[in-house]
């Protein structure tokens, strides 16, 4: 079946530009994750999204970051007023009973 | 103490060599293990997983986990330049919530031919 898709896959922007990513989860999966990956780190956790439960926003590095899920459907990270700072991989993952897969990432720089 | 902890690398093993890639943890209530491969320039790929003390195999897979240590591995055996990638080690942590998975920063593997 189709794996987690997301887009675009490479985004340009300047500083200040707010932007706004997209993940389209495995169809049934009810948990969500967001992840950042700088060049050369780690995974960054962000948010978690599961079913309707209020999400886990533990990870949003500051209130420029928001995500949004609909249900157990497509998921948004937006990012207000980028910084350079902000450029990177975001990785999203759905996950069904503890295993989570990834989607292919956008990677973001911001100018 | 990083809750997640493995050595960056590389490691370097030549073609049809085992590599033994190790990893632990520091929450004793973790249940579920996981370990990635991320090629560069790519996203994470699962490969394994294990929740019981002792070996699970699969393929050229073998991944180990002792509990008692907090302690979890994986072994390649036949390695290939093919699996040349940074191998991520996932642990679930109570801590942070059942689903939540912490992720090591991963070990640089390179087969040499």
């Known amino acids: 079946g189709a794996g987690v898709s997301q887009s675009p896959s490479n985004k340009v922007t300047e500083k200040g530009k707010d932007v706004e990513l997209r993940c389209d989860p495995i169809?049934?999966?009810?948990?969500l994750y967001w992840y950042r990956q700088r060049l050369g780190q780690g995974l960054e956790f962000l948010i978690y999204?599961?079913?309707?439960?209020?999400?886990?926003k533990s990870g949003l590095p500051s209130d420029r970051f928001s995500a949004e899920r609909t249900g157990e459907s497509v998921s948004t990270l937006t990012i207000q007023r980028t910084q350079q700072e902000d450029s990177a991989v975001y990785l999203c993952?759905?996950?069904?009973?503890?295993?989570?897969?990834f989607g292919p990432g956008t990677r973001l720089l911001v100018l | 103490q990083k809750e997640v902890e493995q050595n960056s690398g590389p490691l370097s093993v030549p073609e049809g060599a085992i590599a033994s890639l190790n990893c632990t943890y520091s929450d004793r209530g973790s249940q579920s293990f996981f370990w990635y491969r991320q090629y560069s320039g790519k996203s994470p790929e699962l490969i394994m997983s294990?929740?019981?003390?002792g070996d699970k195999e699969d393929g050229r897979f073998t991944a180990q986990l002792n509990k008692a240590s907090q302690y979890v591995s994986l072994l390649i055996r036949d390695s290939q330049p093919s699996d040349s990638a940074t191998y991520l080690c996932a642990v679930n942590s109570l801590n942070t919530g059942f689903q939540k998975l912490v992720f090591g920063t991963g070990t640089r593997l390179l087969v040499s031919p």
């Open positions: 993952a759905s996950s069904e009973q503890g295993l989570q897969y």
């Open positions: 294990i929740y019981s003390n």
């Open positions: 169809s049934g999966h009810t948990a």
């Open positions: 999204f599961q079913g309707n439960s209020a999400p886990d």
